[in-house]
Structure formats: C-alpha cells, structure tokens
C-alpha cells in the first residue's frame, strides 16, 4: 500500500506542475496578451464543453447507467455554481458598488470549478493506481495530456478576469494542488468501497457547462469583428477537438 501512495502522490504532483504552463505566456509583452487572451477564452470554453459532454458525463454513464442520480448531480452542479456566482458577485457589489464588474467575478468561479476538476483527476489517478501500478501510470499520462490545453484556458480566463500574470499562475497551481487531496481522500476511504466520483464527475461536468455557456461564451459575445470572431470559433473548435483526440486516443 506505501508503494501506492507513493505512486500516487508523485504521480499528482507532476499533474498540479502541469498548471505552470501558462509561464510560458508571462515573456509575452502586455500589448501581445491582450491579444490573444480572448482566443484563450474561447479555447477554455470549447475544452470545458467537450470535456463535460464528451468525458464526463459518458464517464457518470458508463459507471452507474442511466440513472436519476447522474442528472440530478449534474443539475446540482449547474444550480450550485449559479447560487455560488450570485453570491461572489453581490458580495463584490455590495462592498464595491463603484465598481461592480461580472468579469471578475468568471475568475473565481472557473478557479473553483477548476478545483473540483483537480479533485476528480486526483481521484481518478488514486483509483487506477489501487487497479494496478501499469494502469495509474496510463492514467496519469492521460490525464497530463489533458491539462496542457485545459490550463492554458484557465490562464487566459484569470487575466481576462483581470489578474496579474503571475498571480494567475500561482492560483492555477494552487488549484491545480487539489489533486493531491482529491488522490489523498480516494486512498483513505477504498477500503470502505465508497465511490467519490459517482458523484463528483456529474456534478464537475454541470458547473463546467455552466462556466462554459454562462461565462465564458457571453464574454465571446462582445465581439463583433469578423476576424476576431472566426479566430474565437476556432479556439472552440479547437478546444473540442483536442478533447475529442483525447477520447478517441483514451
């Protein structure tokens, strides 16, 4: 069993070092930024849409059928983050009535609807590690390979948000390090043969097509150049298709 939390844990902490690929943007000058940050949020957009529909959901499905407890988890995740988001945003008007703007509010949302995704991909690495050591390995591959698009989204999500780069990233990695209590918490209780992903991955993949439908695309909205909304269009379908690659690689 050491053996496992040692995989395990190594394993998720490869996965929360994964978030400081947005470093990669703090060399480029503010001008460029602006820039491209919009194609950021189109690509987190479309990488959320079809990592719920394409991934989780099919995911909920296939472990517990068709079931009532799949939707209602899903619309849980939903209404959940609508109630949270209303209360984020009356509690920054309410201090700030000046300066009450929706798009700072998109920041903490998708951070904490980021988290409960760290928290499931931490769960999922547990899991497989307690399969077999091959098996974690596999998963810990695949699940790095879908954080290097989904991270990059949620970089550009926080600077759209208004943050500094480099607070950005040190909240994308403090985020990101909900993994290891998602992987810590799978490990503690296997041996009570309880599921936490019965529960989490439907309700992760309603708050994420709620960021994604609520927040993320109304601020694409804006937009009325025809260059700059094709290049936005093509940030979602990338998104997608990089999940869709995923799926058909996993």
Known sequence: MLSIYLYTLTSVAIVSIVS??????LFFSPETMK????????LSAGALLADATLHLIPEAIAEQGLSFSVWAWFMGGILVFFILE???????CHLDPDHCDMTKTIGV???????FHNFIDGAVIA???LISIPLGIATTVAVVAHEIPHEIGNFGVLIHAGYARGRALFLNFISALVAVAGALVTLLISSGGISLTDYIIPFTAGNFVYIATTDLIPELKHETKLTKS??????ILLGIGIMLLLKKLG
């Not at 400081?20 to 943007?25: Q, Y």
């Not at 820039?35 to 189109?42: G, H, T």
């Not at 094709?230 to 940030?235: E, F, S």
């Open 20 to 25: 400081f690929i947005g470093a990669l943007f």
């Open 35 to 42: 820039k491209i940050v919009m194609f950021l949020v189109s």
């Open 127 to 129: 899991g497989s590690f």
């Open 86 to 92: 209303k209360i984020i945003h009356w509690h920054h």
């Open 109 to 115: 949302v998708n951070l904490i609807g980021d988290g």
């Open 230 to 235: 094709v290049q936005q269009l093509v940030g």
